[in-house]
C-alpha cells in the first residue's frame, strides 16, 4: 500500500481519501475508529489517528464483521 499525504491506495483496493475519512468509535474507549469512504472502509486506532489504517473492501468488511460477530477472533480461554 502506498500512503500519500491526505490518503493510502493500494493496488487493487483504489484509493482511501483520508481527507474525506469522517471516523466513529466502534467502542466506548474510541480505541477502535472506523469510516466509509466511499466503497472502502478504514479502520485505525483512534488513540494513534496519526498511525496506520486497515482499508477494506466491501466484501471484506462484511467477512471481517460477521467473523468478530461468529467469535471467530476470540482468544483461546476467553
Given at each position: 500500500?502506498?500512503?500519500?499525504?491526505?490518503?493510502?491506495?493500494?493496488?487493487?483496493?483504489?484509493?482511501?481519501?483520508?481527507?474525506?475519512?469522517?471516523?466513529r468509535s466502534?467502542?466506548?474507549?474510541?480505541?477502535?475508529?472506523?469510516?466509509?469512504?466511499?466503497?472502502?472502509?478504514?479502520?485505525?486506532?483512534?488513540?494513534?489517528?496519526?498511525?496506520?489504517?486497515?482499508?477494506?473492501?466491501?466484501?471484506?468488511?462484511?467477512?471481517?464483521?460477521?467473523?468478530?460477530?461468529?467469535?471467530?477472533?476470540?482468544?483461546?480461554?476467553?
Amino acid at each position: 500500500m502506498n500512503e500519500q499525504r491526505g490518503s493510502i491506495t493500494h493496488p487493487s483496493k483504489g484509493r482511501f481519501d483520508l481527507s474525506r475519512a469522517v471516523w466513529r468509535s466502534a467502542g466506548d474507549d474510541d480505541r477502535v475508529q472506523v469510516a466509509f469512504v466511499d466503497d472502502l472502509i478504514g479502520m485505525r486506532d483512534g488513540q494513534d489517528p496519526d498511525g496506520p489504517v486497515l482499508v477494506f473492501t466491501e466484501a471484506e468488511w462484511h467477512a471481517f464483521t460477521a467473523g468478530a460477530r461468529a467469535g471467530e477472533f476470540h482468544l483461546p480461554g476467553n
